[in-house]
């Protein structure tokens, strides 16, 4: 599953992106893997928006961080138990 499927207040490890291997990493990507979504991160989906459900905001590394439906749609994700 992607952040924008997880559901909210759920720990959550982060696995990988969507593998191209015909392409480089997207300005996107790289973004996300600068403010910590890289493999073997834990984060937390604190809340979305109601009625676009975007923003989506995310726990990461003690920060928050505001993710578009695009952005988060890119991270796969698996829940942890």
């Known amino acids: 599953m992607t952040i924008n499927q997880a559901p909210m207040l759920t720990k ?32 937390r989906v604190t809340r979305k928006a109601p009625l676009f459900k975007e923003p989506i905001l995310v726990e990461v590394r003690g920060r928050m961080v505001a993710l578009s439906a695009e952005e988060a749609g890119l991270v796969l994700v698996e829940v942890l138990k």
Do not use: A, K, Y
């Open 12 to 43: 959550l490890l982060v696995r990988s992106f969507p593998i191209h291997e015909d392409r480089e990493i997207s300005d996107i990507e790289s973004r996300l893997m600068h403010l910590g979504f890289i493999h073997g991160e834990i984060i």
